[in-house]
């Protein structure tokens, strides 16, 4: 039991527990018994929204984490794939390399052209920039890096086919194309062994 002021007539020291203020008849007991009611009805919905706003934010923190999980597997995955990819298409531009190195060691310049090597080199470019384009793009999904020097290679080959074009379109200085072929040759040869050292 508690005294308190009677809302209605303002009189003081009223038990909380009376049927009725003395002064004005106003239904004390059923008044704060309401207030009471009220409270506990207001603490269990508190109670039940925690409850429910706890559960939600459990459930939200597991799908996250499911997320994530599998966001990162799935990225893991396509790397692995990727750096699969990349390591297969260096082999390849190896392979691709190699042959255009050994066209290029064994020219023989006592013959009258040199169009078949230079249909071959050409093919073998046409490869070399197929295979890059690869490359770059699964080293680019990969995070991988370094793969410029297979366009050095490239541009190397490149020079080759057309001091080897020129040399073939111009017969008379053909001593000094030939020197200066064997220049260029020896750039792509040592750029070759420069990346893929035997």
Not at 47 to 75: G, P, R
Request: proline share 2%; glycine share 4%; net charge negative.
């Amino acid at each position: 039991m508690a005294l308190v002021k009677c809302p209605e007539c303002g009189r003081e020291n009223v038990s909380d527990s009376a049927e009725a203020c003395p002064s004005c008849g106003f239904a004390i007991k059923k008044h704060f018994d309401q207030i009471q009611q009220n409270i506990s009805t207001d603490i269990s919905i508190d109670k039940k929204t925690n409850k429910k706003a706890k559960k939600i934010i459990t459930i939200t923190s597991v799908i996250i984490l499911i997320v994530c999980v599998a966001a990162y597997l799935n990225y893991s995955e396509k790397k692995a794939y990727y750096e699969e990819e990349y390591t297969w298409n260096c082999d390849g531009f190896k392979i691709q390399s190699k042959t255009a190195l050994k066209i290029i060691q064994s020219l023989d310049w006592s013959k009258e052209d040199h169009y078949d090597e230079i249909e071959r080199l050409s093919s073998l470019k046409n490869e070399l920039n197929d295979t890059y384009e690869k490359i770059e793009y699964y080293g680019q999904k990969g995070d991988i890096y370094g793969y410029y020097k297979y366009k050095e290679i490239i541009e190397s080959l490149e020079s080759c086919i057309s001091q080897l074009q020129n040399s073939d379109y111009d017969k008379f200085n053909e001593v000094a194309d030939e020197a200066h072929w064997l220049t260029v040759s020896k750039g792509y040869i040592s750029i070759f062994y420069k990346y893929f050292p035997q």
